[in-house]
C-alpha cells in the first residue's frame, strides 16, 4: 500500500468522527444556549434551539472538511463546545436564580 493512500484514508477517518462526535456535542451544546437564552417558555425554546441543532450541526460537518488541519477541526469544535458549554450552565444558573 503507498503511503498517499494510508494517510489519504486515515486523514479523512479523523475528519469524519471529529465531525459526526465533535460536532454533536457542539450543536448539542449550543441548543441548550439558544433554549436558555431565548425569551420564550421553555418548550418553544427547546423547540427552536433542536431546530437549529441540525444547521449547526451541519455546518459543523462541512467546516471540519473546508479547513486545513484536522488539529483545527479538533480545537475548534472541541473549543466551542466546552466554551457553549460554560455559557449554557452560567445561563442555567443565572434563570435558576431569577
Do not use: N, Q
Not at 437564552?37 to 472538511?65: H, Q
Not at 484536522?70 to 442555567?92: C, E, N, P, Q
Amino acid at each position: 500500500m503507498a503511503r498517499g493512500a494510508g494517510h489519504s484514508r486515515w486523514y479523512v477517518t479523523g475528519r469524519t468522527l471529529a465531525a459526526i462526535f465533535l460536532g454533536y456535542l457542539f450543536a448539542s451544546t449550543s441548543c441548550l444556549v439558544v433554549a436558555l437564552a431565548l425569551p420564550v417558555d421553555r418548550l418553544t425554546g427547546v423547540a427552536i434551539g433542536t431546530l437549529l441543532t441540525f444547521l449547526v450541526w451541519g455546518g459543523a460537518i462541512m467546516w471540519a472538511f473546508a479547513v486545513e488541519r484536522t488539529r483545527t477541526v479538533v480545537l475548534g469544535l472541541g473549543g466551542g463546545t466546552v466554551l457553549s458549554g460554560l455559557i449554557a450552565w452560567g445561563l442555567y444558573l443565572v434563570k435558576g436564580a431569577a
